[in-house]
């Protein structure tokens, strides 16, 4: 048996109705219509309203919104997306953005609609190739960086040395995942060299996981740019992998064949997936009570995917040779997921 995938969706959602009527009023001059139906939509995790807007003839839009006076962060985070889908180039593969409103509070944006869904989790291996073409292509498109300011660094990777100052959130590791926690110098380590690991000239979406891809009947599209900053092309493809890991299937045979990884040295993947780790365990670790449990469940899950993935990578003994992912078995028993061949699949995540 498997264990059902974590929810894609985040549990802050404000209906339509929820929204003042101001707020409503100044997306639907945006939408260039009265919203007669508005529909929540799955995926993602922010705060506010994520709504489908459907006019009474029959047109359609995608409005986000949120109090930034109550969520600064989101807020923060919208109006960075603003700026980021602005300066995108013609034909990436994302929504368009038909306009933002803002009231000195609250912060919206309006997008055209797109028909599509999310990928199935587990991962099918149909969808998951379509995405991975995609993402090369999303890639090529942005290599060069379009010009955009963009805040130095990598805030959404690393962790580590935040998780070994702070006992509590230790104790919680330990817990988690014993196998990392006694690990900790080697993602110390890797940790120290993510600055030249994350060096490069594309723009990279930053968030790129399941819950921001949606499928439609001719193409990948992907969706919620608010964390993009440049970086290595493979960036991407390791944060995307890291769901694969969680589906329970060996990343490895992906990122051997994947154009954007081909002349990568091993070490800066095992940065990355390690940074990745560290993020998300010293995220859901150092979580209050009032967070969201299904970002915390989400993050959790898929910090421990990445560790399973890097020990997988580095085997027992450093990188002499990589620890056995599985045996060969059916990712789940509905049928609907991945089976991949010996030694590329194996259960769920688990600590490394």
Not at 4 to 20: D, I, K, N, V, Y
Not at 212 to 236: C, I, K
Request: net charge negative.
């Amino acid at each position: 048996m498997c264990e059902s995938p974590p929810e894609q969706t985040g549990s802050r959602r404000l209906p339509w109705g929820g929204l003042p009527q101001s707020v409503r009023s100044g997306i639907e001059d945006v939408f260039g219509r009265k919203a007669a139906v508005a529909t929540s939509l799955p995926g993602g995790f922010s705060e506010g309203l994520a709504a489908r807007l459907e006019s009474a003839d029959g047109r359609k839009a995608f409005a986000k919104a949120v109090d930034a006076t109550a969520a600064p962060a989101v807020g923060a985070f919208h109006r960075r997306e603003i700026a980021t889908v602005r300066a995108l180039p013609p034909g990436t593969p994302s929504p368009r953005l038909l306009g933002s409103f803002e009231d000195g509070g609250w912060v919206a944006l309006v997008f055209e609609h797109v028909d599509g869904t999310l990928p199935a989790q587990p991962w099918r291996e149909a969808e998951l190739e379509r995405v991975l073409d995609a993402l090369t292509g999303l890639a090529e498109r942005l290599t060069p960086a379009p010009a955009l300011e963009v805040a130095p660094g990598a805030p959404r990777l690393g962790g580590w040395a935040r998780l070994a100052g702070d006992h509590r959130a230790m104790t919680r590791l330990a817990e988690l995942a014993p196998g990392a926690a006694l690990d900790l110098d080697l993602h110390l380590r890797l940790e120290a060299d993510l600055d030249e690991a994350t060096a490069g000239e594309t723009l990279t979406h930053g968030d790129l996981y399941p819950f921001n891809v949606l499928l439609t009947g001719e193409r990948a599209v992907f969706v919620d740019w608010p964390h993009a900053r440049v970086g290595p092309a493979h960036a991407d493809l390791v944060t995307l992998l890291s769901s694969v890991a969680l589906s329970g299937i060996d990343p490895e045979p992906f990122v051997a064949r994947a154009p954007l990884t081909s002349g990568v040295e091993p070490e800066a993947v095992d940065v990355l997936i390690s940074a990745q780790a560290g993020f998300l365990l010293a995220s859901s670790c150092t979580a209050g009570p009032a967070a969201d449990p299904h970002l915390v469940r989400m993050m959790t899950r898929l910090g421990l995917a990445c560790l399973r993935w890097l020990s997988a990578r580095r085997g027992t003994n450093g990188r002499p040779g990589r620890a056995s992912w599985g045996r060969g078995l059916p990712v789940c028993a509905s049928g609907s997921c991945v089976v991949t061949g010996a030694g590329r699949s194996g259960g769920g995540p688990g600590a490394a």
